[in-house]
């Protein structure tokens, strides 16, 4: 079975600083995997995903994300903190040929303050 | 931009009774889902459907839960006795085909189980 672990379910970060959102994956087979954004009162939104093509993957609004098979990690970056970045993050994964089911993470509410 | 449309936005209802979620999907996508996030957990998967019938279910989705896409427009997920556990975010979410295809998410209806 597939999962994802998200370490600190709150990240403060400051404007125009890094934002580093942790992800770790368990998988028995090569996954696919998703970083989803939730912003208040809305859907989630897709911001990139990893498909077993490129390690590194470029998102919207200037998040990217780099696959370490080694570390089993699918970490999320931005290089430089915007308030309007202020939002929940959501890891996922899915299984190559095993259906769309998504599973997801708990989750990481990140806080951009000034 | 098309988007998946969900509606109440917040259901409030007493224990045992049946409830119906409803959920427009985006008009060309084939396949829909259900998914729940019960506060403070991670959101979880429900079921998916494709060519009118169910593709996928979790375990989550016992005998108390249907789904049904009625008119070729509208999706619903069915609750026939509510219980308190009940409680939580139900998303929809659709896609214009299945494996990597993006699922498009819906903004939720929080149903309160009183």
């Known amino acids: 079975a597939q999962s994802v672990t998200q370490l600190g379910s709150h990240v403060s970060v400051s404007e125009g600083a890094l934002v580093l959102l942790r992800c770790n994956y368990s998988s028995s087979v090569p996954p696919y995997l998703f970083w989803y954004v939730q912003y208040p009162n809305q859907g989630l939104q897709l911001l990139l995903k990893?498909?077993?093509?490129?390690?590194l993957v470029k998102g919207i609004n200037g998040f990217e994300a780099e696959f370490k098979k080694s570390e089993t990690s699918f970490h999320l970056t931005k290089p430089s903190a915007h308030m309007s970045d202020a939002a929940e993050y959501f890891c996922a994964v899915t299984k190559p040929g095993g259906g769309n089911k998504l599973t997801f993470g708990t989750g990481t509410q990140l806080k951009v303050e000034l | 931009e098309p988007e998946v449309t969900q509606t109440p936005s917040h259901q409030v209802t007493q224990m045992g009774q049946e409830v119906i979620l409803r959920c427009v999907p985006i008009s060309n996508h084939l396949y829909f889902y259900w998914y729940r996030q019960i506060l403070g957990q991670k959101v979880e998967f429900l079921v998916s459907f494709y060519n009118n019938e169910i593709s996928e279910k979790s375990e989550i989705f016992d005998d108390q839960f249907s789904v049904e896409r009625p008119d070729g427009s509208n999706f619903t997920l069915k609750i026939r006795s509510t219980k308190l556990e009940d409680s939580a975010m139900y998303f929809c979410?659709?896609?214009?085909?299945?494996?990597?295809?993006?699922?498009?998410f819906g903004a939720g209806t929080r149903l309160s189980v009183l």
């Open positions: 990893y498909t077993s093509a490129a390690t």
């Open positions: 979410a659709s896609s214009e085909g299945g494996g990597l295809n993006i699922q498009y």
